[in-house]
């Protein structure tokens, strides 16, 4: 009887695909939205910010009871909850300013016109910032900062307040770090060959990235905006309830707001296209 030959041990037995599989699914992939029409790109885009919204709404309730846990044990809850956006985001289909700074490897290899890559950051910018703030609306409208008699409102405040207070250099250098980790994240996915294995690769990156205290972009428009949503409309019962009043956060303003989102937005651009899609751009496709 013929005995069953053993297959050898070695790359022929990785279903994963390898990393210059993945520079050319990632370069395809840049081609294809830079092709997409404005209006499938900006509700690509809003969905996006939604998501992500959802992400950070998770992370605000669950980071809640973070006087109860040790700090660090508290952060890696709220990261692990906040990954939640970025799985909706590349499972889901949606289309992410920060995550399709990867397109510059498209552009590298000449597959795309500067013109077209510009045109899909600026609408898929713009459906984005719909999304995070028209979602910040809802959840404002929903009264959920007033549950827990006012804690979950009082976290909101107190991480937005947090964030608009940095200085432009530390938002900056924070923004690049978070967005090699969301890359990462998103270029690990490309190797997936299951859905399961998309939410894995994206998982750890995600909480990592929010656990350290980075910044990134889209997120902060939801969290700003949630919180001066508060700060401005929150009835006073809500402001006994947690023993604080309005002028305990004066960095929370919207020109400190826009200041942050500003500065993390170049700084997400610089860590995501650079530091991520050009380095694996020049290790693996330079040559054709």
């Known amino acids: 009887m013929d005995q069953p030959t053993e297959k050898p041990l070695g790359i022929g037995n990785i279903e994963a695909s390898m990393p210059p599989e993945m520079a050319l699914a990632c370069e395809a992939t840049g081609v294809e939205k830079a092709n997409r029409d404005i209006i499938k790109l900006l509700v690509l885009g809003v969905l996006a910010g939604a998501f992500i919204a ?38 889901g289909g949606a289309e992410l300013f920060t ?34 703030f028209g979602t ?21 405040l107190y991480v937005a307040s947090t964030k608009a207070a940095l200085p432009t250099d530390r938002v900056f250098f924070l923004a690049i770090l978070c967005n090699v980790l969301v890359c990462l994240g998103v270029w690990m996915s490309y190797g997936a060959k299951s859905l399961s ?20 972009c889209i997120a902060n428009l939801y969290f700003m905006s949630y919180a001066l949503a508060v700060k401005t409309w929150a009835p006073p019962a809500f402001w006994t309830e947690i023993g604080k009043i309005s ?4 960095a929370l303003t919207v020109s400190n707001a826009m200041h942050n989102i500003a500065v993390a937005t170049v ?22």
């Open 99 to 132: 995550s399709d700074t990867l397109m510059i490897v498209a552009y590298a290899s000449r597959r795309i016109s500067i013109g077209s890559l510009l045109r899909a950051w600026v609408w898929v910018y713009i459906g984005n910032i719909i999304g995070a």
């Open 247 to 250: 002028s305990d956060y004066p």
């Open 136 to 156: 910040a609306a809802l959840v404002f409208l929903s009264g959920q900062h007033e549950f827990s008699d006012g804690a979950v409102g009082k976290t909101a």
């Open 197 to 216: 294995d998309k939410v894995v690769v994206i998982f750890l990156p995600a909480a990592a990235f929010v656990a350290a205290g980075f910044e990134h």
């Open 267 to 288: 700084g997400n651009l610089v860590g995501g296209s650079l530091m991520v899609g050009i380095v694996y751009w020049f290790a693996y496709l330079r040559s054709r």
């Open 54 to 91: 959802f992400g950070a709404m998770f992370m605000t309730v669950v980071t809640t009871v973070s006087d109860a846990l040790p700090w660090g044990v508290a952060k890696l809850i709220g990261g692990l909850s906040f990954s939640l956006g970025l799985i909706l985001v590349i499972v």
